[in-house]
């Protein structure tokens, strides 16, 4: 399953991921990742949570994000859920990149059976029509 949280940014879109970050550690079974671009206070974070910063992986383009996700699901089969906050600080703000790693998340999750839930900074409206289906009402 892919959920995709978006709008401009100063929305409150890491605020709802965090509030389904905290309910996937009571119902997961088995591994949470959290990967973001840089660190920030992570206190209320649960510590079963693996926290990622792309900044210190110098991770910050498309391919190499694709790769660094692939290489997280192939190291570790038991991830149940991906949790991406700032897809377009990490692949570009292009939504042809955006498009490109919807399509590359989708094929993973049907290999792997994990659960995606991203923050995207733009609006509804300018998320690739191929990932229309995936964005949650925020209202």
């Given at each position: 399953m892919i959920e995709i949280i978006c709008g401009p940014k100063g929305t409150g879109k890491t605020k709802i991921m965090l509030e389904a970050l905290d309910k996937a550690c009571h119902d997961a079974k088995g591994d949470i990742v959290f990967i973001t671009d840089k660190r920030f206070n992570t206190v209320k974070i649960n510590f079963k949570v693996r926290l990622l910063y792309t900044e210190e992986f110098e991770v910050m383009e498309l391919n190499a994000f694709t790769g660094f996700v692939k290489g997280l699901l192939a190291g570790n089969a038991d991830i149940e859920y991906l949790f991406i906050d700032g897809l377009c600080k990490m692949t570009g703000y292009e939504t042809e990149s955006v498009d490109q790693f919807i399509k590359a998340i989708e094929k993973l999750e049907?290999?792997?059976?994990?659960?995606?839930?991203?923050?995207?900074?733009?609006?509804?409206?300018?998320?690739?029509?191929?990932?229309?289906s995936y964005i949650i009402n925020l209202d």
């Open positions: 049907k290999e792997y059976g994990f659960k995606a839930i991203m923050t995207v900074s733009m609006d509804a409206d300018k998320v690739p029509q191929s990932a229309q």
